[in-house]
């Protein structure tokens, strides 16, 4: 499967909402802002309070909320200066096709839409065999726990959706001078500290650790590859929290500590009214 062929299975429901399918291929935002990792294994984690599972489920769930970001690990993205990677974000995080930017996106339902339609796929066995394009199921069928995988990329998807629609809809709207800025600006430096300080109260040494490690990375064709999963999993266990520490004198300036907390909460609440998580052993979403 190429590419394009898993969002091909979305450009009808696009088609429906009349939205232009256009090149994908255009320029990023300079320094799109969507939540930081830890942001994201704390909306998985506040779901797995919920929805308890056991660990091999948990260890694929959490798994599955880092994957979409994975795509920074791929080959020639590693460092964003060198080639425009929101185009292939908009890919991995399922976003409808248009000719939007990625952290541009305006169409929030739409996006919904999408990533419904991709755990869908995935859940009904007709949809699967019906699809001219295939499944990405195949791919996964020698893996275990796929399901709790895809859900947990779906609470990715969501999360940044979610985003989208919040938080940095609003420091765009409200501060669009600074958020021309990107990695430059002071909401990155607010997000950076943050993410140090949430890592440090919530994931080290925690059992988010412990499952993240025996999580098992596998290809998802068309999204991100076993290697790029495997390479962001190994970089916030082994790498890029290590010996860290928040700058006692940072003054947030655009978004706080508890307002992040209040977000991951609200978060939660958010993905749990679209009954995502474990939808697909009850046979999909609706």
Same mark, same amino acid.
């Given at each position: 499967?190429?590419?394009?062929?898993?969002?091909?299975?979305?450009?009808?429901?696009?088609?429906?909402?009349?939205? @232009?399918?256009?090149?994908?291929?255009?320029?990023?935002?300079?320094?799109?802002?969507?939540?930081? @990792?830890?942001?994201?294994?704390?909306?998985?984690?506040?779901?797995?309070?919920?929805?308890?599972?056991?660990?091999?489920?948990?260890?694929?769930?959490?798994?599955?909320?880092?994957?979409?970001?994975?795509?920074?690990?791929?080959?020639?993205?590693?460092?964003?200066?060198?080639?425009?990677?929101?185009?292939?974000?908009?890919?991995?995080? *399922?976003?409808?096709?248009?000719?939007?930017?990625?952290?541009?996106?305006?169409?929030?339902?739409?996006?919904?839409?999408?990533?419904?339609?991709? *755990?869908?796929?995935?859940?009904?066995?007709?949809?699967?065999?019906?699809?001219?394009?295939?499944?990405?199921?195949?791919?996964?069928?020698?893996?275990?726990?796929?399901?709790?995988? *895809?859900?947990?990329?779906?609470?990715?998807?969501?999360?940044?959706?979610?985003?989208?629609?919040?938080?940095?809809?609003?420091?765009?709207?409200?501060?669009?001078?600074?958020?021309?800025?990107?990695?430059?600006?002071?909401?990155?430096?607010?997000?950076?500290?943050?993410?140090?300080?949430? #890592?440090?109260? #919530?994931?080290?040494?925690?059992?988010?650790?412990?499952?993240?490690?025996?999580?098992?990375?596998?290809?998802?064709?068309?999204?991100?590859?076993?290697?790029?999963?495997?390479?962001?999993?190994?970089?916030?266990?082994?790498?890029? #929290?290590?010996?860290?520490?928040?700058?006692?004198?940072?003054?947030?300036?655009?978004?706080? #500590?508890?307002?992040?907390?209040?977000?991951?909460?609200?978060?939660?609440?958010?993905?749990?009214?679209?009954?995502?998580?474990?939808?697909?052993?009850?046979?999909?979403?609706?």
């Amino acid at each position: 499967m190429n590419l394009y062929s898993i969002l091909h299975r979305f450009q009808k429901i696009c088609q429906m909402k009349r939205i @232009p399918i256009t090149t994908l291929f255009n320029r990023n935002l300079h320094g799109v802002l969507m939540a930081f @990792p830890i942001t994201h294994l704390l909306v998985a984690d506040a779901l797995l309070s919920r929805h308890p599972r056991d660990d091999a489920d948990a260890a694929q769930f959490l798994l599955g909320a880092l994957a979409p970001d994975a795509v920074h690990y791929r080959e020639g993205f590693t460092a964003s200066e060198k080639k425009d990677i929101g185009a292939a974000k908009k890919i991995t995080h *399922l976003c409808p096709i248009s000719d939007e930017r990625w952290g541009a996106v305006t169409d929030n339902e739409g996006w919904i839409c999408c990533i419904k339609e991709f *755990l869908q796929t995935q859940a009904d066995p007709i949809a699967k065999s019906a699809s001219a394009e295939g499944s990405i199921t195949p791919a996964l069928e020698n893996s275990n726990n796929f399901h709790a995988l *895809l859900e947990g990329y779906a609470v990715h998807a969501l999360t940044d959706c979610y985003n989208n629609m919040t938080l940095w809809h609003r420091f765009r709207t409200q501060h669009p001078a600074e958020a021309a800025k990107g990695y430059a600006s002071g909401y990155y430096h607010d997000l950076q500290e943050i993410d140090i300080r949430l #890592y440090l109260a #919530y994931v080290k040494d925690s059992k988010i650790e412990r499952l993240l490690a025996m999580a098992e990375p596998c290809d998802m064709p068309g999204l991100v590859s076993a290697k790029e999963i495997h390479a962001i999993r190994d970089n916030i266990l082994y790498e890029n #929290y290590k010996g860290r520490v928040p700058f006692k004198s940072h003054e947030y300036a655009f978004v706080t #500590y508890d307002e992040t907390l209040e977000y991951i909460a609200k978060t939660a609440d958010f993905i749990d009214e679209l009954h995502v998580v474990n939808a697909m052993q009850a046979g999909g979403v609706h």
